[in-house]
């Protein structure tokens, strides 16, 4: 048997792959102000040549060629195109570059999966509030509108933000990421909602002037890991995974593949929380009728980044005494039974997948999906024998082998392994590498090698998933499940 149809991919991010930070008069991003200041990162790398895919675009065309896969996920860098994040800033030099990209996909029969925004917001835009400032969504909109009508005759999947959760929690709650802004009581859920209200204007935007003429799809791709009750026997342990996941995954999802309002559980926690605080009104906002009608529905499919479980306990004490600080409950721990990778907190967890998956299936009403990053992580000291991530990949043949296969009725359409080629991993530098290539990052030339994990994911695409080299046991089901 074999997954006929499926959309087998990989993935990368503009600011993670593409190096020339200001060549050919591309714009600084908060990604590079961040970087830039010692401390920030890992070894105080950045991102400032990282792959040098914005000179090396054939070489990961090549390797993309030679791995044979059907899409290719990436972002388009908004400071490239637009320097100061308006559309008067245009520089066709960047257009350049990612007709070049684009057109080479095409040529190769490989359907382009685009981000429109992943992380990298122009710095100029920062310099006004950033996602704080309502004036954002008209700025996303203008960058959108001008992807659509440049690159859509080519590109028919758009996901408008990569991992709006991270951009409002862990940027703008946290203060982990640029812009580092540590406000966890307001600033997060101001962000989100301007992420949502963005998303949505541009998804109605592509109705109204693109889908008819260009026929493609727009989504959002969310992230979050499955949450596991501390206790399975205990409702309120179980009530406080689903409510996990509902202030992580449903955040997100719930306006615009439910309803186009807030989960109930995060309206109640903030508000009950906002009301001991002495507060006028709850600290999360809310729509209106009208917004909540032209939010819901705006997305064609489903897409999720995924990478490992985590266990969830409840916490009585969350609202006593009042805090600011964390309206959500506490994960506890990863799954320590489960394979380890070189970043911390990251195990193998394929039962989790597949129930994270069937939850999306029960709480959304079973839409199409799209697993559009995945991956497993090895240290800076593993070049290309990566033997054991060919166990992850096992896993992850065998639950997709069940899943499309239609055991739970999960509409799972593509998989699109993180990543293309080991980059610039965020917090972490280059200390850990996700890529399917190794990339020598002490060499000026940025030389590429597949790794073992590479050839692995190769025979999996071309046998299309089918159950070979896969733990099944007699009973037809598979053994790590």
């Known amino acids: 048997m074999a997954l006929w149809g499926f959309e087998w991919g990989v993935s990368s991010s503009a600011y993670q792959v593409e190096g020339g930070w200001n060549a050919d008069g591309k714009g600084a991003s908060v990604w590079d102000t961040f970087t830039h200041k010692p401390g920030s990162i890992v070894n105080n790398a950045n991102g400032d040549v990282a792959c040098d895919s914005y000179h090396r675009a054939d070489e990961d065309l090549y390797m993309l060629r030679a791995l044979r896969v059907k899409s290719y996920r990436f972002s388009l860098s908004w400071p490239r195109i637009f320097p100061d994040g308006s559309r008067a800033s245009l520089n066709q030099q960047g257009v350049n570059y990612y007709n070049k990209l684009i057109n080479g996909l095409v040529a190769s029969n490989i359907t382009p999966m685009v981000t429109l925004h992943h992380w990298d917001l122009p710095q100029a835009l920062q310099d006004i509030g950033g996602w704080e400032n309502v004036s954002m969504i008209n700025y996303f909109d203008e960058f959108c509108d001008f992807c659509f009508a440049t690159f859509g005759d080519r590109v028919k999947f758009w996901m408008t933000f990569n991992e709006p959760y991270v951009i409002a929690w862990v940027a703008h709650g946290q203060g982990l990421l640029p812009p580092g802004i540590k406000n966890p009581g307001y600033a997060p859920y101001q ?117 490992t479980s985590e266990i969830v306990h409840h916490v009585t004490s969350l609202l006593s005494p009042p805090s600011y600080d964390y309206d959500q409950d506490v994960r506890e721990a990863e799954m320590d039974d489960s394979p380890a990778t070189a970043m911390k907190g990251l195990r193998v967890v394929p039962w989790g997948l597949r129930r994270l998956l069937n939850w999306i299936k029960e709480e959304y009403g079973n839409p199409e999906i799209y697993i559009t990053e995945n991956g497993m992580s090895t240290d800076s000291k593993t070049t290309v024998d990566d033997t054991d991530r060919e166990t992850g990949a096992e896993n992850m043949n065998c639950h997709l082998f069940l899943l499309a296969h239609n055991l739970d009725g999960v509409k799972l359409k593509g998989y699109i392994a993180w990543s293309l080629l080991d980059s610039f991993e965020w917090l972490n530098g280059y200390s850990i590498g996700f890529g399917l290539h190794h990339v020598d990052f002490n060499h000026p030339e940025r030389p590429r090698t597949p790794k073992r994990s590479a050839h692995y994911y190769y025979d999996i695409m071309r046998n299309n998933a089918a159950a070979h080299r896969a733990p099944w046991s007699r009973s037809g089901s598979c053994s790590c499940c």
Request: net charge negative.
């Open 191 to 307: 962000v989100a909602h301007n992420l949502i209200k963005a998303h949505a204007k541009v998804y109605h935007i592509y109705d109204e002037r693109y889908r008819k003429t260009q026929g493609g799809l727009v989504s959002i791709s969310l992230n979050a890991d499955w949450v596991e009750p501390k206790d399975v026997d205990v409702f309120r342990e179980v009530a406080a995974a689903d409510r996990a996941l509902q202030f992580r995954l449903g955040w997100f999802a719930h306006p615009i593949f439910k309803n186009g309002d807030y989960p109930d559980a995060m309206k109640w926690m903030v508000g009950n929380k906002s009301e001991l605080q002495g507060l006028p009104a709850s600290r999360l906002p809310a729509f209106t009728d009208e917004e909540k009608e032209y939010i819901q529905g705006t997305a064609d499919v489903f897409c999720i980044n995924t990478y």
